[in-house]
Structure formats: C-alpha cells, structure tokens
C-alpha cells in the first residue's frame, strides 16, 4: 500500500480474458501484493493482433466485471474494446496514462506474452510508460529479454495452472469449470452457451 504522500501505483491486467479465471484473480492479487499496487485496472483486449478472432468483446468484458465486482481494489476498463483496429499495448498505456496522470504504472500480462515485448509496437516508447510484470506458471522456464530489472520482473504464481484454454476445452466437453472460474462466471457462460462450438 502506498503512502499518502506517494503516487498511486496502479496495474494494468492486460489480457485477452477469453474467459477470465481465477488463475488471472490471484496473479493481480499477488502481483498486488508483491509490487504494493493501490489498483489493479482489468483490460480486455479488443481485437488481438496475432490470434483468431476470440469470443466478442462484449461478453468477455461482463465476464471481467463480473469477476472482479467484488473486489473494491479491481476495475476493468473499456480502453481497449472501445478503441477500433488492433490493441497494441502503446495505445492502451498511452490512454490510461492520460486517465491517470498521477499515478505509476505496472503492465502486468502473462509471461509468454510479456516475453516477446521487444517485437511490440513503439517498444522504446513504452519503457517510459510503465514497469511490465509477467506471471508465469512455475517450472515455466522463459527466456526473457535482457532488459532492466527495474523495467521489467517475472513473478511465479502456482494457481496459473488454470488456463482460459482449458477452461474452454472443458465447456466443449460438457465437463464442470466450477471453482476455475468464478461462480459468476460459470453461471455467465452458461447463460450465454459460449464455448459449446456454436458461434459465440
Ligand atoms: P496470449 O497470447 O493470449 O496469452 C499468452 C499466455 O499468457 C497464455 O498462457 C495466457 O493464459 C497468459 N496470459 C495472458 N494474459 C494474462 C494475464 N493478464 N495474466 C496471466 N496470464 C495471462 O496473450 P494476450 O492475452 O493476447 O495478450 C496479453 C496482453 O499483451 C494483452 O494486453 C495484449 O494486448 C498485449 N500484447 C500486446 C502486443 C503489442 O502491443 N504488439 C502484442 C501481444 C500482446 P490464459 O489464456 O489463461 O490467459
């Protein structure tokens, strides 16, 4: 927690959330608690630039709210679903910077994808932006870039064995996603049959 005569430091979860689970509630706790975040902002991806296109923008921010409501220290933001064209992460710091003048910012995202951040786009000027966190699931070995350790940390979180991955591959096979993902979640997709194969 930061002192009063600090700035605020602020996460920004970034990632694609299709769905969210609690692999991705406890890495924001733990990434919380590690780094003495105030805020941990959740942000979905609009449309990912190097996958398949995803289930919509629309349930996988509700599934993100939903799953986050209880937790006076978790937001999630529309930046990136809002914003047409490709997320780059460049534009999503660029517009929560803007949001949040006053605070520090720590990009927190999966490891794998938090390692190939020398590809992004306007990589130079995104080190001025923000501290960039991956979580990783253990025996997870990565190569990381070599960058800064003030720039950029690997954090281990054991409960990232839960993947959005699988928790899909289970949905398609009827099998149960009770305590991977939150109740509200649960309960969010079978509302809205996802992940059953038909169109999302
Ligand atoms: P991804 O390739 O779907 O995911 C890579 C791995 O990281 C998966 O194992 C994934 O597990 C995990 N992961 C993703 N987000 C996570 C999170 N917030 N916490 C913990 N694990 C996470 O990655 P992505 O979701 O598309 O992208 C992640 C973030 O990086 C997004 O904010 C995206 O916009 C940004 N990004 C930016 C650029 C760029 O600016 N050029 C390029 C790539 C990615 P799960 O599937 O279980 O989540």
């Given amino acids: 927690m930061a ?15 299709d ?8 890495a924001a706790s733990e990434v919380a608690d590690a780094f003495s975040l105030d805020e941990v902002i959740f942000v979905p991806t609009g449309e990912p630039w190097h996958k398949n296109p995803v289930t919509s923008a629309e349930h996988r921010y509700l599934m993100t709210v939903v799953a986050t409501a209880a937790n006076p220290r978790f937001t999630v933001s529309r930046v990136d679903i809002d914003r047409p064209g490709t997320t780059y992460t ?15 910012l720590f990009f927190i995202s999966g490891a794998d994808a938090i390692a190939q951040i020398l590809a992004w786009k306007d990589i130079d000027k995104l080190w001025g932006l923000a501290t960039f966190i991956g979580v990783t699931r253990p025996g997870h070995n990565l ?17 990232l064995a839960i993947s959005s991955t699988n928790v899909r591959d289970r949905v398609m096979s009827a099998k149960p996603v009770w305590y991977l993902v939150p109740d509200g979640v649960v309960q969010y997709i079978a509302k809205h049959k996802l992940y059953r194969g038909s169109d999302d």
Avoid: C, W, Y
């Fill in 3 to 17: 002192m009063t005569n600090q700035r605020p430091r602020v996460g920004v979860m970034g990632g694609t959330f």
């Fill in 19 to 26: 769905p969210i689970h609690n692999g991705h509630l406890v």
């Fill in 90 to 104: 460049i534009d999503t710091l660029t517009q929560i910077a803007r949001e949040r003048p006053d605070a520090d």
């Fill in 143 to 159: 190569v990381l870039p070599d960058v800064s350790e003030a720039k950029m940390s690997l954090l281990e979180v054991p409960a």
